[in-house]
């Protein structure tokens, strides 16, 4: 299947510090990633849904202007966490959405752990 | 922010028997549906998918039942090996909307 990579996979920062994930999608173009964030022994949920070349799309309850996303290639869309703060503390993951005529399919990336001191 | 106590349901059992685990969902739109399976500081990787249009679908050692109905979904995974720990999530789609809502989770526990 295709691959998507994350980078970096894990992360320590102090907090008020900004940090970047970055998503790849490694063999194929991707339109549409999405962003999720993970507690420790919950679900993933939905942050955002980056499309490229536009602006993305919010879910409620998550700030824009926090968690800001640029999808600027048909390959990498990055994540930046503004002014960090323990409670961001978490398992960031990302997806990629492929298109293969009607059928879409979603491939996840391995994750990032940030760790906001 | 973390949530402090919070388990994840656990299913414990014995290598080569059967598992079943079980989810339910809400949104009766849903036409799409999927299982992942994550291990411990990885991303979900895909399982097997069903449409709405059908009600079961077998890969290998897997099967997805779904019940309409009752709004129910279920992972059978024959011969249950080591490798099967995990936690496994169930997750939905309806038409018309690209993002794919997450269920809650199952942890499986697989005794040697």
């Known amino acids: 299947g295709a691959v998507v990579s994350q980078h970096p996979s894990w992360v320590i920062c102090k907090s008020g510090t900004s940090v970047k994930i970055e998503c790849r999608s490694l063999?194929?173009?991707?339109?549409?990633m999405f962003w999720y964030r993970q507690f420790p022994k919950q679900s993933l949920m939905l942050m955002a849904t980056?499309?490229?070349?536009?602006?993305?799309?919010?879910e409620q309850g998550v700030e824009k202007d926090k968690f800001l996303i640029n999808h600027a290639s048909l390959t990498l869309s990055t994540l930046t966490v503004t002014s960090a703060h323990p409670e961001d503390s978490s398992f960031y993951i990302c997806?990629?959405?492929?298109?293969?005529?009607?059928?879409?399919?979603?491939?996840f990336g391995p994750g990032t752990r940030l760790l906001v001191l | 922010g973390e949530s402090v106590g919070l388990h994840l349901p656990t299913l414990s059992v014995q290598e080569g028997d059967n598992s079943i685990i079980n989810c339910a969902y809400s949104?009766?739109?849903?036409?799409?549906f999927i299982w992942y399976k994550q291990e411990s500081g990885k991303g979900p990787q895909f399982i097997i998918d069903?449409?709405?249009?059908?009600d079961k679908r077998q890969g290998q050692r897997v099967t997805v039942l779904l019940n309409k109905t009752v709004k129910h979904l279920s992972l059978q995974i024959a011969a249950t090996q080591p490798g099967d720990s995990a936690v496994y999530f169930c997750?939905?789609?309806?038409?018309?909307?690209?993002?794919?809502?997450f269920g809650t989770g199952t942890k499986l526990q697989v005794i040697p």
């Open positions: 980056s499309n490229e070349g536009s602006k993305a799309t919010y």
């Open positions: 063999d194929f173009q991707a339109t549409t």
């Open positions: 997750a939905e789609k309806s038409g018309g909307y690209q993002k794919v809502t």
């Open positions: 949104n009766s739109a849903s036409d799409y």
């Open positions: 069903i449409r709405s249009n059908m």
């Open positions: 997806s990629a959405m492929q298109r293969e005529g009607p059928q879409e399919t979603q491939y």
